[in-house]
């Protein structure tokens, strides 16, 4: 069965500057997707960034970029100019599309502070 | 796209009523998901419909729990005779199949369950 693993349970950053939200995962499988979203308080879960295994080239959006080291099993994600706005939980997310039912599985989630 | 919106936001009730939520996915979306999320927790998969065929149930869904998609469109989440330990929020999710696997879910607000 496919696991996540979010390690860090809070990280907390100064406006402007850049942090890295790390997450693992475990898999058997070749083909899969893996996202970032986003839980502001008491509001609804926002897509950020996805990232298709097959592949090389990490995704970028803006000030949201990954680093997917497949080999590792790694997806982090880098948040790059924080703003007070980008204070969330985020969670990792892997779906492998052979399931038949594309069902996400989550890590446990960071939750980010960003401090003015 | 006017979101998945799910009703009500927030439910209590005492321990052995049944509640019954509800959630108007994306129109366009034939894909629609059940998630539960705890305090402190990434969300957990309950179940899956495509169009009004429910393909996929998670054996977190005991029998108390049942969903329905008659018509393809709307669903519904019914818990029966409610226990502590269904106190949770919980996630609609939908998507499309229509550009591919790899179409992300959009989420909804959540259902904040309280049991007393």
């Known amino acids: 069965a496919q696991t996540v693993t979010q390690s860090q349970p809070e990280m907390s950053v100064q406006e402007a500057e850049t942090v890295t939200l790390s997450c693992t995962y475990d898999t058997s499988e070749s083909n899969y997707y893996l996202f970032w979203y986003k839980q502001p308080p008491s509001r609804q879960m926002i897509l950020v960034i996805r990232?298709?295994?097959?592949?090389?080239q990490n995704a970028t959006e803006n000030r949201f970029s990954v680093n997917f080291q497949k080999a590792a099993k790694s997806f982090s994600l880098k948040i790059s100019d924080s703003q007070l706005g980008d204070t969330a939980m985020y969670f990792c997310a892997f779906m492998k599309p052979t399931s038949g039912t594309y069902k996400y599985i989550f890590g446990t989630g960071t939750r980010l502070k960003v401090l003015a | 796209d006017t979101g998945v919106s799910q009703d009500p936001r927030h439910k209590i009730t005492k321990r052995g009523q049944n509640v019954t939520f509800r959630c108007d996915p994306i129109?366009?979306?034939?894909?629609l998901y059940w998630y539960r999320q705890t305090l402190g927790q990434g969300p957990e998969f309950l179940t899956y419909?495509?169009?009004?065929?429910?393909?996929?149930k998670s054996r977190l869904l005991s029998d108390r729990f049942s969903a329905e998609r008659p018509k393809g469109s709307f669903s519904t989440l019914e818990i029966q005779r409610t226990e502590q330990g269904d106190s949770a929020m919980y996630l609609c999710?939908?998507?499309?199949?229509?550009?591919?696997?790899?179409?992300?879910?959009?989420f909804g607000d959540g259902t904040r369950l309280s049991i007393l």
């Open positions: 419909f495509q169009n009004e065929a429910q393909l996929e």
């Open positions: 129109s366009e979306h034939n894909r």
């Open positions: 999710a939908s998507s499309n199949s229509g550009q591919g696997s790899n179409q992300p879910q959009h």
């Open positions: 990232q298709e295994a097959y592949k090389q």
